[in-house]
């Protein structure tokens, strides 16, 4: 089993669609949950990062953590087609340990 | 503020050849990163540097790829020879000295063995 499992999709939306993606984990030492926007041929931007369970808002994305269920989830609220991209979830146990371990990316279509 | 840098950004070489990736942090980062990602897979963690220190290597994978950051400023990857599963992307990353939750990576150097 994959330390960390994301459907790769690929997701298509139309635009002003809310967008829900997630991710699956298995190693409950992750405390920090990080998702990255990656663009074709560039490389991963950080978007956000939570620690431990809850949410956390920046404009139009919403991150939620559960660590009960072992699940992440990233919303897009009012998609636009240039939040067409690879998303990727990321997560480490924090302290000195900052390795990331990253699911394989769902790449989303906004479609105008 | 300058991002991460990389270079080359794409390099084509042959099976047994030598090849050396160079990454530049963040200024004031201590901490660097090399991840790689070949074809298919996700993005995996190579190791990790505090200054010039390595602090973690374990997803180097084999004596063939060895790292270097003389002085805590820039970073090379040296792979050597290169085989044909050695293709794909390698990413640096950076971070300051106190967070490994918000690292930001480079545009990457991909690499085709052929």
């Known amino acids: 089993q994959k330390e960390v499992e994301q459907d790769p999709g690929p997701l298509s939306v139309p635009e002003g669609a809310i967008v829900s993606l997630n991710c699956t984990y298995s190693n409950s030492a992750f405390q920090y949950f990080m998702w990255y926007r990656q663009y074709s041929r560039k490389g991963p931007e950080l978007l956000m990062y939570?620690?431990?369970?809850g949410n956390k808002e920046d404009g139009r994305f919403t991150a939620q953590v559960d660590k009960s269920s072992k699940y992440i989830s990233l919303f897009i609220r009012d998609s636009q087609p240039s939040d067409s991209a690879t998303y990727l979830c990321a997560m480490n146990s924090g302290g000195s340990n900052y390795k990331l371990t990253f699911g394989k990316g769902t790449l989303l279509t906004v479609n105008p | 503020e300058a991002g991460v840098t990389q270079f080359p950004s794409h390099s084509v070489i042959e099976k047994g050849q030598t090849v050396t990736l160079r990454c530049d942090p963040i200024s004031g980062h201590d901490n660097l990163y090399w991840y790689r990602r070949v074809m298919g897979k996700e993005i995996k963690f190579l190791l990790h540097f505090v200054k010039e220190s390595k602090q973690d290597e374990s997803g180097m994978p084999n004596n063939r790829f060895l790292a270097e950051r003389t002085g805590g400023t820039y970073s090379t990857l040296k792979v050597q020879p290169a085989e044909l599963e050695d293709s794909g992307v390698y990413f640096c990353?950076?971070?300051?000295?106190?967070?490994?939750?918000?690292?930001?990576f480079g545009e990457g150097s991909w690499l085709t063995v052929v």
């Open positions: 939570t620690y431990s369970s």
């Open positions: 990353a950076s971070s300051r000295g106190d967070s490994g939750n918000t690292i930001y």
